[in-house]
């Protein structure tokens, strides 16, 4: 990617979230940022997975996932999710969860967790774009939410280093 495109991407400001999913006894949860409302009637949320990624086929064939927001208090989320720990197929166990009324897990550690079941899908390059309605939302610890602005990296497409003055 050019560095200059890639700089200029890093730029646009997200949020940092933990996208988690469950098929049969297997559990899954991904770091993810590109995730934004795209509806205010009814509320809809559109998170971006890339297609090569675990978590993708896990959404495609049960149409649910778990959002889970990171905040400043539990910033160990992003840290671990992030991590090569936690690439592999079964990646819950260093955190407590419990079961949304969709099935998803649930991250107790996060600031707020929404459930979501998929509306829509679009093919959009490498990644595929779920919209979904909002089951259920919960708002757990009064924090501030982490954003790509306050990590040393951010994903572009690929991740690159963020020098921060």
Not at 32 to 55: C, E, I, Y
Request: with cysteine; proline share 4%; charged share 20%.
């Amino acid at each position: 990617m050019d560095p200059d495109f890639a700089e200029a991407l890093a730029e646009i400001t997200t949020g940092i979230y933990v996208l988690t999913v469950r098929e049969g006894e297997r559990l899954h949860g991904m770091s993810s940022s590109w995730v934004t409302q795209v509806s205010g009637d009814p509320p809809l949320l559109m998170a971006a997975v890339d297609k090569r990624h675990f978590s993708h086929g896990f959404i495609e064939r049960q149409g649910v996932f778990g959002l889970n927001v990171v905040g400043q208090k539990s910033k160990a989320l992003e840290d671990y999710f992030y991590s090569a720990a936690s690439r592999r197929s079964d990646n819950l166990e260093p955190f407590a969860y419990e079961f949304g009324e969709t099935g998803v897990p649930l991250l107790k550690l996060a600031m707020a967790v929404l459930e979501c079941r998929v509306v829509a899908s679009y093919s959009a390059g490498d990644h595929t774009l779920f919209v979904a309605s909002v089951a259920r939302a919960e708002v757990r610890e009064q924090d501030r939410a982490v954003t790509s602005l306050d990590l040393p990296y951010v994903y572009v497409g690929t991740v690159i280093s963020r020098q921060r003055n």
